[in-house]
C-alpha cells in the first residue's frame, strides 16, 4: 500500500445522518439534517451543532428535541433541511409535504416520515472553544413496523439509512449486512 497525507480534515467515513426535530417559538416543526453526532452512551446521543442554527436557540428553549434516522427515499427532503436555515426560511418544512405529529414523550416532533426516531431531552449544552455540543438523554425510541425484524429489532437493510461522506459531498446507501459483531473475529481468539 501507498499512503498519501491528506491533511487534517473531517473526513472520517461513514458519517451518519440524522435530522434533529424542533419545534419553533410559534409551535411549527423545525427539522435539521445533522452530520456530526451520535450515540455517546448506551441512552445517550451527542449533537455537534453550531450555535447560529435555529435549531439551536430552539433546544436551548424547549429542552427537548427528536432523532431521527432518514431513508433514501426522504434524501431529497432531508438535503433541504440540512441547505436551508429556519432563520431565512421560517416554513422551510412545510414546503416539502412531509407530516409530523407530536412526540408522545417530548416537547418535539415526529416526522411520520422517518422509520426510526429517538425522543431526547437535553441534558446538557457543552460550549466549547470549538464548537457547541448537545447531550440528550433518550428517552424512548418509536419505529415503523416495516423496518422491524419477526422479533421487534430494527433491520438495517430495510431502514434504508444513508451515509454522508464530507470529502466528496455524497451520500451512500447503507446496504447488506456483511458480518456478526462479536462472532466474526472470534477465530483470532484459539
Partial sequence: MAFKDLGAKPILFPM????????????????????????CARDMVAL?????????????????????????????ESDYFGIVSAN????????????????????APVITEYPLTFECEVVEFQDQPYGLRVLGKVVSIVADESVLTADGKVDAEKLGAFAFDGDQNGYYAIGSRVGTAWDDGKKYMK
Fill in 48 to 76: 455537534n451543532i453550531g450555535e447560529r442554527h435555529k435549531t439551536t436557540a430552539n433546544l436551548r428553549r424547549r429542552k427537548a428535541f427528536t432523532l431521527a434516522v432518514p431513508g433514501t427515499d426522504t434524501l431529497a
Fill in 88 to 107: 431565512d426560511v421560517p416554513d422551510k418544512f412545510a414546503k416539502t409535504g412531509l407530516h409530523a405529529e407530536k412526540s408522545a414523550k417530548v416537547d
Fill in 16 to 39: 451518519p445522518t440524522y435530522m434533529i426535530g424542533t419545534y419553533n417559538d410559534d409551535d411549527s416543526v423545525d427539522l435539521m439534517m445533522m452530520a456530526w453526532g451520535g450515540v
